[in-house]
């Protein structure tokens, strides 16, 4: 009978008992305890049958809180608070004492009390009649399906919902800045949160207008910062929406005037922002961003700028992004970006400005990478109980620090890769799985081999660099503050009058046209001669052009300027050269390049300079020597 | 509690029934059978000698026994007060205290054992007075219990029950195959009054081991039962669960053919197996008639509820279903008709057709009540004009039938977040109330003509009131909205009514109140408490200013609206009542319980003239026939049963629905029964031929045996699916359109 019952109802144990007076600060008997213990389960069972007919004459089939605690007034006995939550309370266990209890967090009551988010925009009570059956003919419905105009909205909502959507998308911009304020802040919108989310996905509609884009990016941004909305499933729309900024080819790019790189950047940002704060409404969101920015990527045919919108998409949601998408494409990207940068013919001019971009933002993000993931290495070597608690601390204290948008979302990677990390594990991505982490060492060899010195990040300079891929992590704690610290100072400082030399050529090719340009292949070749013979001195030098500009802001100022200046600047000096050199051994050097990026510990011994003069051979492949000079000479053109 | 559903009438009997077995038992072997099957009155030897004073000998004996307590008790003011209203002369109780000990001594004498004669009728007169004041003194409960349980206290060998109670199981598996499930019959009372016994004299193990061996033999539709049972393994347990002080205050109603009866008799007499020869004395009635043994499909059909089947002579008594004749109004109906006349040459033709169709205003219906048997409202302009409106659109009214089905709308309620649990119709249609579980009740209309409230005192003085419009102008036109929130309950609202002339709404809830709502001023009028427990259901008569209500106190209470306090208090059942019906004819009341039975009271008197038994589960939704003659019942086991109420007995098993069935609704004309259910269905069902295949059929109604052929697929006319959404409500139409209702929840 024992087992048999305990099968059948909840059964509270003598233990449980014994614990429960013990918390309460009596001591209790065994026989007392085991008297009690019946009579508590046997109490238990009443009053769940009692509650049970409060379900029933509720027309219900769900038993809820309230009807068991109806139960107990009912018979006189004091009734439970604290249950009546919507949402499931989780059920915890802990190991050691095979306890299992529920969560139960401390609220703040002044907080609660004083809150005035209480959800006011419910829809009104409403009876709503619809003719289903003529002549008891007809199943005009299949079953399970739901009721039209489940939520109509009231006049007032209708009224708010049209002054604030013609504020947005009107002319005043002041009147647009209030709007969207206050849709920041309304508590009361609950029921028009659809009808906002509807409006928002008609970003297809004007992708033609930078401006109206613009505003409803702001628009996602107010309805995402509004403490109270519940987004819920929203979130994938808006996204959605967000995305198609970030990644589409907006027929507004199609005018090069148009700053459509700007709203890419936003849109990118915003991405990041209702990633982190809404991430956990839908469940494998994360993957499928990453897994749209991917498709977007590896996507030879797309623009681009849609491929800028990945990569500034990545670089938003984080290092770890960045890791797990950017990085294993870039050996297979980079050979696409190659020949855009390399084709100097006049058509090409666009598109080249256009991979300049490219260029850049992927440059930002892969030194963002580096940084993060040697400063996520060191965190356990300076005693950190976890390096990814650790930086999620971290990180979040920066996102209290950043109000709206504005600083870039460095912070927020690690934060986002806390909650990677649980998508990871439920996301049905199978390649995903398969991912292995590169290590540091290995990444930055690769890097460095693509970008050279254009890399700001760096974990060892002067001669003892070809020592380096075997580092410790107590080295690299070491060479982690170096980029901003002062020991690379007197690198950078040593190297200026090249970095200058280098910025003369940047305003040409980034396409501004009003710079004269002047004739960079001189100081180019000439440098670039004497850097072939000298490794080290040719890696500084290039990487010392950007790192120097750096030098002049904070590295959150990295972004634009390296964006607008200097990626272009570098590489094209330093492939030139390379590329003079380059053309007579270039066969031996591209095998053994393509087979290194995977495997990288027989390589950890070469040093990565070795890598840097082969670099060019991927965009220049099967093209003729002299093919630079022309396309030199044809830069200037359309400038 | 238990005391208070036994305070009037119906308990009291039963305790006074008690007596009767034992005496069987020990003075009257012989021929038991025939004085058990015989009336209860006649068969107590206590009765005999007594003075006829009036009422039967039985009325009369309880009567005298609260007397005697009274006086003992020296409330000599109650005495007189019962006295007078009895109409006992003042030497009425002298002879009742005469009486009573001769009946001890003649019982003493008769059979030599006197003793336990004695203690028996003390126990029943105690239990009885008990039961007369507990409703004025909950504390009084204690002593009741008490004795109730002592029932029990005989001690018996614990191991034994196992032994006597698989002795029995197999006496009967092997008996002829026609006495084996009548027999059958006896396990689950038997088991379950062992299992308590066991438990009340603290055998916990042994209790714990005979559940686990038996529990498994009982019929499936005790399972609810015996789940309360199983939990239930102390002494102190019993004391304070209702259901099982249920079990033992009420007998376990058996029906078992001579033949088979007398066959248990011998075996038991046999084995010398007092134990459970005791417990059939006890807390066993057993109804004994001639004829065929049943089948185990005719026993099925009408077992199931808490406590056994209806007694036949439960449901012997005189019902007038017909329906009151309808008021002369025809002239001011010509007059309006004469208007309408002139688009329509064919009214008064139509008129009596609708007559024929409707059986209202025919001359006198045979079984009907005499007109002035319940004083009825008197009938209002403004109700005659609704009747003449009714009668135009009864005119226009659908024929439904097979081939004519009718077409459904439905109303959702939606963004009820806060829980829609009961709904109701006007009657002609035009305003719909939802009580929700946020204590609120909600109005609409559902016309065009918007809700409006009566203007305030000072405005209404300003109107001119002899102009013709004038209850047009003392509406406020400002306060026109498309729906009204009444607030005022404190829990739940369960239950919603309107009154007929569109005036009131009734609300009952968990708060334990039932309140009438004015829907001129949209304000609470009247609060009735009563019930102290929540109330699950409440409706209107169909002629007004009366209403019933039933609750969890297991009472039901009729009402008047402009009495606070009940008229009447209808006790009996053993569970909560869960639903309450009014008759068409304003003069009975049906009332459907967790108990699994469904009990039609009278008005006039307060009696229980049916108990209707067959459902398994607890009773959610009752609808009478328009003509008043059948019943409809739908429970939790997804099942309708239909009734016939002047016979008292089951006439259909309508079965289709998945889950509990909150809504049934006879169409204007009673041609098709809508039944409306948890699993999101509407279904339409054939009641004429439901009906008209068992006025051909035979009715058994001497032996009180049905024999139901399985045709639901056959009166099944159609199965309608909602939109995700439950119905809780149905209502035809007065031409015949069904509306449905219910909340939609995602």
Not at chain 2, 112 to 121: K, N, P, T, V, W
Request: aromatic share 8%; charged share 20%.
């Amino acid at each position: 009978m024992a087992d048999r019952e305990e099968r059948r109802f909840a059964e509270v144990s003598r233990d449980s008992v014994k614990l429960m007076a013990e918390s309460a600060g009596v001591d209790l008997g065994d026989d007392v305890a085991a008297l009690l213990a019946e009579d508590v389960c046997y109490r238990l069972r009443e009053a769940t049958q009692s509650s049970s007919q409060f379900m029933r004459h509720a027309k219900r089939r769900k038993l809820t809180v309230e009807d068991f605690n109806r139960a107990l007034r009912w018979s006189n006995v004091e009734a439970i608070c604290g249950y009546g939550a919507q949402d499931g309370l989780p059920f915890r266990s802990v190991k050691e004492g095979e306890l299992f209890f529920v969560e139960d967090r401390d609220v703040n009551l002044v907080e609660l009390a004083l809150a005035t988010n209480i959800p006011k925009g419910c829809a009104e009570t409403m009876v709503r009649v619809n003719v289903s059956y003529l002549d008891g003919k007809g199943n005009l419905e299949p079953q399970g399906a739901v009721p039209t105009a489940v939520q109509s909205l009231s006049d007032d909502l209708l009224k708010y919902y049209q002054q604030i959507t013609r504020a947005i998308l009107g002319e005043d911009p002041h009147l647009m800045k209030v709007a969207l304020l206050d849709l920041q802040s309304n508590s009361k919108i609950a029921a028009l949160l659809p009808y906002f989310v509807y409006v928002i996905s008609g970003v297809k509609s004007v992708s033609h207008d930078l401006e109206q884009l613009n505003r409803l990016l702001h628009m996602v941004k107010s309805l995402v910062q509004n403490p109270y909305l519940y987004l819920g499933s929203y979130v994938r729309s808006l996204v959605s929406s967000v995305m198609y900024c970030i990644l589409e080819p907006l027929a507004a790019s199609i005018n090069p005037l148009n700053d459509h790189w700007t709203l890419r950047d936003y849109a990118a940002l915003l991405l990041s922002h209702i990633f982190w704060t809404h991430g956990d409404l839908v469940s494998g969101l994360y993957h499928q961003i990453l897994l749209s920015l991917q498709k977007v990527l590896s996507d030879p045919v797309r623009p681009l700028c849609s491929h800028y919108g990945a990569v500034v998409g990545l670089h938003a949601l984080g290092w770890k992004a960045v890791e797990r998408v950017l990085f294993p494409h870039l050996p297979a990207y980079w050979a696409n970006l190659q020949a855009v940068l390399d084709d100097y013919s006049v058509s090409n001019a666009q598109v080249k400005a256009d991979g300049h971009k490219v260029y850049g933002a992927i440059l930002v993000a892969v030194e963002r990478l580096l940084k993060m993931k040697a400063l996520s290495l060191s965190q356990p070597a300076e005693g950190a109980t976890n390096a990814q608690s650790g930086s999620v601390m971290g990180a979040m204290g920066y996102r209290v620090s950043s109000p709206g948008l504005s600083p870039p979302p460095e912070p927020l990677s690690e934060a986002a890769l806390g909650i990677a990390s649980h998508l990871q594990a439920g996301g049905a991505g199978c390649p995903w799985e398969e991912w292995t982490p590169v290590p540091l060492p290995a990444m930055y060899c690769e890097l460095y081999s693509f970008f050279g010195d254009s890399l700001a990040v760096r974990f060892s300079t002067g001669p003892g660099f070809g020592s380096y891929p075997p580092c410790t992590p107590s080295q690299l704690s070491d060479t982690r503050k170096e980029p901003s610290g002062p020991a690379s100072n007197p690198d950078t400082t040593r190297k200026m009058p090249q970095l200058t030399a280098n910025l003369n050529i940047s305003p040409r090719q980034d396409g501004s046209p009003r710079t004269d340009p002047p004739p960079p292949s001189l100081a180019a070749t000439g440098s670039g001669r004497t850097l072939a013979r000298s490794s080290s001195v040719q890696r500084s030098r290039s990487s010392s052009s950007r790192s120097g500009q750096r030098s002049t802001g904070l590295s959150r100022d990295v972004f634009p300027k390296a964006r607008f200046t200097s990626p272009q600047t570098g590489l094209p000096a330093f492939s030139f050269l390379i590329g003079g050199r380059q053309m007579g051994r270039r066969c031996q050097g591209r095998r053994p390049f393509q087979t290194t990026f995977a495997p990288t510990p027989p390589f950890s011994t070469i040093p990565p300079r070795a890598y840097a003069h082969k670099l060019p051979v991927i965009g220049r492949v099967g093209k003729p020597v002299r093919r630079w000079t022309c396309s030199h000479y044809s830069l200037h053109l359309p400038l | 509690m238990a005391a208070v559903q036994s305070g009037v009438g119906d308990g009291v009997e039963e305790k006074d029934i008690k007596t009767e077995p034992p005496t069987d038992g020990f003075g009257n072997n012989a021929n038991d059978g025939r004085v058990l099957s015989s009336s209860p009155g006649s068969s107590a030897p206590a009765a005999s000698g007594k003075p006829a004073a009036g009422g039967t000998p039985e009325d009369q004996q309880t009567l005298l026994a609260v007397l005697q307590f009274l006086k003992k008790n020296k409330l000599t003011e109650s005495v007189e007060i019962l006295r007078r209203e009895a109409g006992l002369p003042e030497d009425a109780q002298d002879a009742k205290g005469a009486d009573s000990s001769g009946s001890g001594g003649a019982a003493g004498s008769v059979d030599l054992e006197g003793g336990d004669a004695s203690a028996l009728l003390s126990r029943v007169t105690v239990s009885s007075s008990a039961a007369a004041q507990a409703p004025t003194k909950a504390a009084e409960d204690q002593p009741d219990v008490n004795v109730v349980l002592s029932a029990y206290s005989q001690q018996g060998d614990p191991a034994l029950y196992e032994v006597y109670y698989s002795g029995l199981k197999r006496f009967i598996e092997t008996v002829l195959d026609c006495h084996r499930a009548e027999l059958s019959q006896v396990f689950y009372p038997l088991f379950v009054h062992m299992y308590l016994e066991l438990v009340y004299n603290n055998h916990e193990n042994e209790a714990k081991a005979f559940f686990e061996k038996f529990s498994g033999d009982q019929e499936c539709y005790y399972e609810d039962d015996l789940r309360v049972l199983s939990s239930l393994t102390k002494k102190e347990h019993m004391r304070g669960n209702e259901t099982l002080l249920d079990f033992r205050t009420s007998k376990f109603v058996l029906r078992i053919s001579r033949d088979s009866y007398q066959l248990l008799k011998r075996h038991l007499q046999e084995r010398q197996n007092n134990q459970i020869w005791n417990i059939i004395q006890e807390h066993l009635y057993i109804d004994i008639f001639d004829g065929m043994p049943r089948s185990k499909s005719q026993i099925d059909a009408m077992s199931g509820s808490l406590a056994g089947e209806a007694k036949r002579e439960a449901n012997k008594a005189k019902v007038y279903y017909g329906l009151l004749k309808e008021p002369e109004i025809e002239l001011p109906l010509d007059d309006e008709d004469e208007e309408a006349e002139n688009e329509e040459g064919k009214p008064k033709k139509k008129k009596p057709k609708k007559d024929s169709m409707g059986s209202k205003s025919k001359k006198q219906d045979p079984n009907a009540p005499s007109q002035n048997r319940i004083p009825l409202p008197e009938l209002k302009d403004s109700d005659k004009l609704d009747k003449i409106m009714y009668m135009k659109e009864a005119t226009k009214r659908i024929r439904l039938g097979t081939d004519n089905l009718p077409s459904i709308c439905f109303y959702s309620f939606l963004n009820a977040y806060q829980g829609l649990t009961a709904v109701d119709f006007t009657d002609d249609s035009s305003l719909i109330a939802g009580g929700f579980a946020d204590s609120t009740v909600r109005v609409w209309s559902v016309t065009p003509k918007k809700l409006r409230k009566v203007k305030s005192a000072a405005d209404l003085n300003l109107i001119d009131k002899e102009s013709d419009d004038v209850l047009e102008r003392i509406m406020d036109e400002k306060t026109a909205s498309e729906s009204k929130i009444l607030y005022g309950h404190s829990g739940p609202v369960y239950g919603i009514s309107f009154s007929p002339d569109r005036n009131y709404l009734l609300s009952s809830s968990e708060d334990g109140t039932v309140r009438l709502w004015s829907l001129q001023t949209f304000t609470c009028l009247v609060g009735y408490k009563g019930h102290n427990y929540p109330v699950w259901d409440t409706q209107f008569s169909p002629y007004g200013y009366y209403f019933v209500s039933g609750g969890h106190d297991r009472v039901a209470r009729l009402w008047a609206t402009d009495h606070y306090q009940p008229l009447r208090m209808f006790s009996g059942h053993l569970a909560d009542i869960t639903c309450t019906r009014f008759h068409p004819n304003s003069n009975y009341v049906a009332t459907g319980s967790s108990d699994r039975t469904i009990r039609l009271w009278d008005v006039l008197n307060g009696n229980c003239v049916r108990i209707f038994t067959g459902h398994k589960g607890p009773i959610h939704a009752l609808a009478f026939s328009p003509n008043g003659k059948f019943l409809a019942s739908g429970a939790t086991d997804g099942r309708v049963l239909l009734w016939d109420i002047g016979h008292g007995l089951m006439v259909g098993e309508l079965k289709g629905h998945a889950d509990t069935v909150y809504s049934l609704r006879f169409s204007r004309d009673g041609e098709l029964l809508a039944s409306g259910s948890m699993d999101n269905t509407v279904r339409l069902w054939d009641a004429m031929k439901a009906f008209d295949d068992l006025e051909t059929d035979d009715f058994t109604a001497a032996t009180g045996h049905v024999h139901l052929q399985d045709n639901s697929q056959e009166l099944l006319l159609g199965t309608y699916m909602t939109k995700s959404t439950p119905v809780i409500h149905l209502h035809f139409t007065r031409r015949n359109l069904l509306l449905a209702a219910g909340a939609y929840n995602p």
